[in-house]
């Protein structure tokens, strides 16, 4: 690779937004693990009628959700994503430089980072492996 491992964007590794679970605010948690699943990620970003980025929900909202909770799975599954996802997720922009996100993913110890333009639309993700590879050359 002959392109400095200073100047990769999020943007030059991110997944785009059509390869990953995105669901609206009031997509039913059943369709959100559906999403999540087929996508293969730990993780579906909650957006609003605009596309921006209104919550994640993660395979750890899921945890927290199950020891909080206590009602039946099948209630559950009925209820709407947001109601269960991080309203307030840490982001990063497709200009930023992949190095400076990959550290704040390490300081947060998440795998996956939403990725918004600056009106907060959803564009993209950053998962941990290929940013990894990204900045190893494979």
């Known amino acids: 690779m002959s392109t400095s491992k200073t100047s990769i964007t999020v943007g030059d590794v991110m997944l785009a937004r059509e390869r990953i679970p ?19 990620l730990g993780i579906a970003c909650v957006v609003d009628g605009g596309g921006r980025l209104s919550g994640i929900f993660t395979d750890g909202d899921i945890r927290r959700m199950l020891l909080k909770d206590q009602k039946p799975f099948a209630a559950l599954f009925a209820d709407d994503a947001i109601a269960h996802a991080t309203r307030r997720p840490v982001t990063t922009t497709p200009d930023a430089p992949l190095v400076a996100a990959v550290r704040v993913m390490e300081e947060k110890q998440i795998w996956d980072l939403p990725v918004v333009r600056g009106d907060q639309v959803l564009v993209g993700l950053l998962h941990l492996h290929p940013a990894v590879k990204a900045l190893l050359g494979i």
């Open 22 to 40: 995105v669901v609206a605010e009031r997509a039913m948690l059943k369709d959100t693990l559906e999403a999540m699943t087929r996508c293969k």
